[in-house]
């Protein structure tokens, strides 16, 4: 029997960088299926939940924050920018990228996810930036210009507030 996993993530989160590697690893290897779910972390569940965005967070948890990041990059042994060019850039036009690419699949939303995470954290491309997004899905083998359009339509942005309200929901 197959179990499903529900992956609610933020597509600019350096900790999913790190873990969405892992998270894949251990779906192939136990069989298991993935429901790709971005969600906007730092706009709507932070405020409810007690966090903060990184720029309001007091420099000594700014500062701790790095030296977590390298910790687990040095643990993991995978390249990691710690402070790259483009962080942060604001990630809803990459969620609503990857959940266009669940039109093909979830394993074409993974894909279209790791190629936005490594754009920022390892290659320092601004995911923030439509074109650079564009390159980032056609480099999947994906249309990126079709997957661009969708991302920005009213049905795509309904299943991001749709997958965000849902993680609020399910805490």
């Given at each position: 029997?197959?179990?499903?996993v529900?992956?609610?993530?933020?597509?600019?989160?350096?900790w999913?960088?790190?873990?969405?590697?892992?998270?894949a690893?251990?779906?192939?290897?136990?069989?298991?299926?993935?429901?790709?779910?971005?969600v906007?972390?730092?706009?709507?569940?932070?405020p409810?939940s007690g966090?903060?965005?990184?720029?309001?967070?007091?420099?000594q948890r700014?500062?701790?924050?790095?030296?977590?990041?390298?910790r687990?990059?040095?643990?993991l042994?995978v390249?990691?920018?710690?402070?790259?060019?483009?962080?942060?850039?604001p990630?809803d036009?990459?969620?609503?990228?990857i959940?266009a690419a669940?039109?093909?699949?979830?394993e074409?939303?993974?894909n279209?996810?790791?190629?936005?995470?490594?754009?920022c954290?390892?290659?320092?491309?601004n995911?923030?930036?439509?074109e650079?997004?564009q390159?980032?899905?056609?480099?999947?083998?994906l249309?990126?210009?079709?997957?661009?359009?969708?991302?920005?339509?009213d049905?795509?942005?309904?299943?991001?507030a749709a997958?965000?309200?849902e993680?609020?929901?399910?805490?």
């Amino acid at each position: 029997m197959s179990k499903l996993v529900d992956y609610y993530f933020s597509p600019i989160s350096p900790w999913t960088y790190l873990g969405h590697p892992r998270l894949a690893a251990m779906l192939k290897k136990y069989g298991g299926q993935v429901n790709v779910k971005p969600v906007d972390l730092g706009g709507k569940i932070f405020p409810i939940s007690g966090g903060l965005p990184l720029p309001q967070r007091a420099p000594q948890r700014q500062a701790y924050r790095l030296v977590e990041l390298a910790r687990w990059r040095d643990y993991l042994k995978v390249p990691l920018t710690i402070k790259p060019k483009f962080f942060p850039a604001p990630g809803d036009l990459s969620a609503c990228l990857i959940i266009a690419a669940k039109s093909h699949g979830e394993e074409a939303a993974m894909n279209v996810a790791w190629g936005i995470l490594k754009a920022c954290w390892v290659e320092e491309r601004n995911t923030g930036d439509a074109e650079t997004l564009q390159a980032i899905v056609t480099e999947q083998g994906l249309n990126g210009a079709d997957l661009l359009a969708q991302a920005q339509s009213d049905a795509v942005k309904a299943k991001y507030a749709a997958f965000t309200q849902e993680a609020i929901d399910r805490q």
